[in-house]
């Protein structure tokens, strides 16, 4: 941009027409910026300096070697990344910015959390569009139990109640647990959530034989919730995390379904 002033026009044209739309992929942002750069390049011989603003509240994991691949054909343009990061914050965007400052660069990275977000005006009330995921069109099978406990409990949280929880099904919370994912996931988990996760595994296994044989399957799954709470763990990384276990987290994950899925899917569990 040529000054702020068009800088700022570019940001509200964004926020007002900007077709941005899916769940949170931070790397792919990232890799159209420097796209869009490396065709600025193209349109003007001397560019030398570019600044990527990246505003996110996502908790995605920056894909490294992406993002060099994706920053090589720009050349030698120096390109400085800045955060203006939303909510819970994104570690790994703060390592990056930390880095460029430590060579020198007047890279930012600026926080807000839920609390100050909450303290100022809303985006609502400002007349300009979200970026919002759209909403996908998902039919139901509506004579579905457990479709209707959900809708049911839905409904009751929009009019202002707390419904009763939906009675959930054994066999599937084992299952969702404890079962090793059948396809590839569309990033690798972490190095410390692999680890955590085989951990986690070992510890139920241990444990699960110890307990009665008819309270196995139901000792798993609450035992690893509590040990997912305490190590503040979201379910989403445990999930992930399965998908490249080490060989002692997988044998401790199969040893889990030996001991207790043939109880779940008897049914044979009982819920607290």
């Known amino acids: 941009m040529d000054n702020a002033h068009a800088a700022m026009r570019v940001v509200g044209e964004l926020f007002r027409e900007s077709p941005a739309q899916g769940s949170t992929d931070i790397t792919y942002a990232l890799e159209s910026a420097f796209a869009a ?14 600044t990527v603003v990246l505003v996110s509240d996502g908790e995605d994991r920056v894909d490294l070697p992406r993002l060099w691949a994706a920053r090589a054909p720009v050349g030698e343009i120096e390109i ?6 939303l909510g819970s914050g994104n570690e790994d965007l703060r390592h990056l910015v930390e880095e460029q400052r430590a060579a020198g660069r007047r890279a930012f990275h600026y926080h807000l959390s839920d609390d100050e977000l ?23 099978p509506p004579d579905d139990p457990q479709v209707r406990a959900a809708v049911d409990a839905l409904a009751a949280l929009a009019a202002g109640r707390r419904a009763a929880p939906a009675e959930a099904s054994p066999a599937v919370r084992f299952e ?22 085989g951990d986690l595994l070992e510890a ?7 307990a009665p044989l008819e309270e196995r399957g139901a000792e798993a799954v609450r035992l ?11 379910a989403a990384d445990y999930a992930l ?32």
């Open 80 to 85: 400085t990344l800045s955060v203006l990061s």
């Open 241 to 272: 995390a399965l998908t490249n276990l080490s060989p002692a987290g997988a044998r401790a994950l199969e040893r889990i379904r030996l001991l207790g899925a043939p109880l779940a899917a008897a049914g044979g569990l009982a819920w607290a």
């Open 37 to 50: 750069v490396r065709h600025a390049r193209g349109r003007d011989a001397d560019l030398a300096r570019a």
């Open 118 to 140: 909450a303290g100022g005006r809303a985006l609502f009330d400002s007349g300009l569009r979200t970026l919002l995921p759209s909403s996908p069109r998902v039919d139901l």
């Open 204 to 210: 139920v296994a241990e444990t699960l034989a110890l």
């Open 224 to 234: 690893l919730e509590h040990l997912l709470q305490v190590y503040r763990m979201p």
């Open 176 to 197: 969702g647990y404890f079962t090793p994912p059948r396809e590839p996931p569309g990033r690798e988990p972490a190095a410390e959530q692999v680890a955590r996760a």
